[in-house]
């Protein structure tokens, strides 16, 4: 005791007083009070821990044990036998345990991520605060609960020993959960779990992290790529289909050109006449394949108009009827007083008819129905959402069409391949149907739903945009046709063409030719503007090319405007150039003529044009 304490002999006092003079300060009264305890039982023993004074003047914490060995008549203690263990050791690392745990108390109750605590079968023994919030529920709702059977993860979760799933793992488990909050909304999760121990037993501590905003944003992120990948992809076939549509219809007109040439020459009793016709009809459908590639990379320009959806669908009502098979019913449902939509008629027309010719496809030679209806509604930016174009419509109202059929239906991987260019579906289908629908309902601020199952048939639902309320524009009219030109003015005066194609050059003057107009050729704008300085006086029009080297035609029509004021110019170019029209509307355009034409059509606008005072704007094709 002298050795443990660092007291020798001489330094010992037996006294009671000597004794609780070493007792640190703060266990005295305990140690008192235990010890009168104790004599008040004789048959007890004493046991106390408390502190020593060692003759450093430093502390020792002791074991104290000890029993009354010898007492007076009346029971009062005389001596006590007992021994004194230095637990100081023991003491010191109960303490660390202790901090030790208040620490972990307090990383666990104030960390931000759901932190749970569980057992080897798999219950809650604890959770903090965050976890509750994460969850929305009460701590009594899990405590003592199940993994499982406290609800808080989806159903359809790997089930299993999450302790032993965690060893296998190497310690450290990590891996994507999807949790339950109380009012039903699915959150995902990151959940770590690690095994730890705490006074000899196993547990699964466990770390959640909502990471349901990064995955949104993640899912956002990788939809806004797809998106201007996509972007991308259009502008590119864009490129490609402007310059399709310009390097075609210059051969188509050269081809429609000699056509009309050869016609002129051959009686109509003639057998080779039919074969022509049918050639010259060739070269129309092929003109239209190139406005349905315009119209798909969403290029294409349109003359746009304040319509009635359901007068123009009644309009077409025959034929539409005429291109579904004799074995399936066409209902129609189209509702009156519908408000107007700013659209271009012909690209509506094909709309329905491309709608009409899928459903029909779909449906084949079995018996079958087609419904058609029209109406108008008020859609939301959510309703909006799920449009199959790219660029999500705005919300606002909308008249609608919609085609029901009872056809074979699609399954998920030919919708999301429907609108691809050259996917038909069917083997009658012809590629770009469904592809041009797309693009015009992307050039009109429109939206397309598409429903359909296998066996059960498709619904195609399209927007376009109702004019607002006090909207002005005017419903146009289209200038009359007809097929008796206005005499034209004696002398004949030359026709300047301007072409950087020399096969549009050759056929325009072979055309005019057999018209009887004298003809001048350019190879492009500067071109012109050399040539019409040296025979203004014998210009009677020019037909110019939009789109040439050196200088395009719009550049040029400005410079020739310069020349002569009243100069009479009729734009031509494969493309719908209303909109350029409209732009230079007030320096004077005589007209536009779009390629491929044919020699009634150039005999139409030049008449028109030379018969006139140059002001006017006339179409023809």
Known sequence: ???????????????????????????????????????????????????????????????????????????????????????????????????????????????????????????YVDVNDAFLEMHGVDRDKVIGKGVFEAGLLEEGSERGDLILSVQRAGGVLSSDV???????????????????????????????????????????????????????????????????????????????????????????SNPVYMNITRAEQAVHRASELTRQMLAYSGKGKFIIKQISLTELVQECSALLRMSVAHTISFEQHLADNLPFIKADPGQVEQVVMNLITNASEAIGTSPGVITLTTGVKEYTAEQLSQSRLDVKASPGVYVWLETTDTGCGMGEETQKRLFEPFFPTKFTGRGLGMSAVLGILRG????????????????????????????????????????????????????????DEEMIREVAHDLLHELEYPVLLAVDGEDALRVFSQHRETIGCIILDLSMPRMDGLSAVKELKKIDPDVRIILSSGYNEQAALQRYSNIGLAGFLQKPYTMEGLRTILAMTLAGNGSGAHRST
């Open 444 to 499: 009109h601020q429109g939206a397309i739903f598409v429903e359909s199952r296998l066996q059960q048939g498709t619904r195609i639902r399209v927007l376009f945009p109702a004019v607002a309320a006090g909207d002005n524009l005017g419903r146009e009219t289209e200038v009359p046709k007809t097929s008796l030109a206005p005499e034209i003015p004696r002398p004949i005066l030359s026709i300047l063409v301007v072409d």
């Open 178 to 268: 999807r949790f339950i909050r109380r009012d039903g909304e699915r959150h995902e999760g990151l959940m770590i779990v690690k095994i730890i121990t705490l006074h000899g037993r196993m547990y699964a501590l466990g770390f959640l992290l909502d990471v349901s905003g990064q995955k949104r944003a993640e899912r956002e992120k990788l939809e806004m790529e797809r998106c201007v990948l996509h972007a991308q992809k259009l502008e590119s076939l864009g490129v490609l289909a402007g310059g399709v549509a310009h390097d075609f219809n210059n051969l188509l007109m050269a081809m429609l050109g000699n056509l009309n040439i050869a016609m002129q020459k051959l009686p109509a």
């Open 1 to 123: 005791w002298k050795e443990m304490l660092g007291y020798t002999d001489d330094e010992i006092d037996g006294t009671v007083d000597a004794w609780e003079s070493r007792l640190h300060p703060d266990d005295r009264e305990r140690v008192h009070q235990e010890l009168n305890r104790h004599f008040k039982h004789p048959n007890s023993t004493y046991v106390s821990e408390h502190r020593l004074r060692c003759k450093d003047g430093s502390y020792k914490w002791v074991l104290d044990r000890g029993k009354v060995m010898l007492r007076e008549i009346d029971g009062t203690p005389l001596r006590m036998l007992g021994t004194h263990t230095d637990i100081t050791e023991t003491k010191a690392a109960e303490q660390q345990l202790k901090e030790s745990e208040e620490a972990f108390r307090t990383i666990f109750a104030a960390s931000p991520l759901g932190v749970s605590l569980i057992d080897a079968q798999e219950q």
